[in-house]
């Protein structure tokens, strides 16, 4: 069984600032004395993975529970008979519709600022909040 430590992550990217290359003959990279500074990304503990984990796991799960694609689920391995099948089918689903969602959110990061992406998400969560509300009041 793998522990859990406090040691950081290094991703592959992330090189020390001392390390050679061949055309200067062992001495610094002096190009990356500058970039020594690691980003978020490169200090990541095993605890801190863990915790992003956990927390993406319960969100999901505690928004999908009772969720349409639930009920989708439920009815569609109700008149199947096949259960295994459908699944693989919506987990699958699941996982691609996940992919999308990190891969727009990874590209709107790098061209969005994080302040204007907060704005965006409040006032997109206000609109669909407002929206079931007077879909619940218009009943």
């Known amino acids: 069984m793998m522990a859990i430590s406090d040691e950081p992550l290094q991703s592959e990217k992330a090189s020390s600032?001392?390390?050679?290359?061949?055309?200067?003959?062992?001495?610094?990279?002096?190009?990356?004395?500058?970039?020594?500074?690691?980003?978020?990304?490169?200090?990541?503990?095993?605890?801190?993975?863990?915790q992003i984990f956990l927390s993406t796991f319960l969100t999901i799960f505690l928004a999908e529970v009772g969720?349409?694609?639930?009920?989708?689920?439920?009815?569609?391995s109700a008149e199947s008979g096949s259960p295994w099948t459908i699944f693989l089918g919506a987990g699958s689903a699941l996982i691609a519709t996940s992919l999308c969602g990190i891969l727009l959110g990874r590209w709107l990061s790098q061209h969005v600022s994080p302040k204007l992406l907060e704005r965006f998400a409040a006032v997109l969560l206000?609109?669909?909040?407002?929206?079931?509300l007077l879909d619940v009041w218009q009943g």
Request: hydrophobic share 35%; charged share 25%; glycine share 4%.
């Open 17 to 50: 600032p001392t390390q050679s290359s061949d055309s200067d003959m062992g001495e610094p990279d002096r190009a990356n004395l500058d970039d020594a500074k690691p980003s978020p990304q490169d200090t990541l503990t095993w605890k801190g993975e863990l």
């Open 67 to 76: 969720d349409k694609t639930q009920l989708t689920v439920f009815l569609m």
């Open 126 to 132: 206000l609109a669909i909040a407002t929206v079931l």
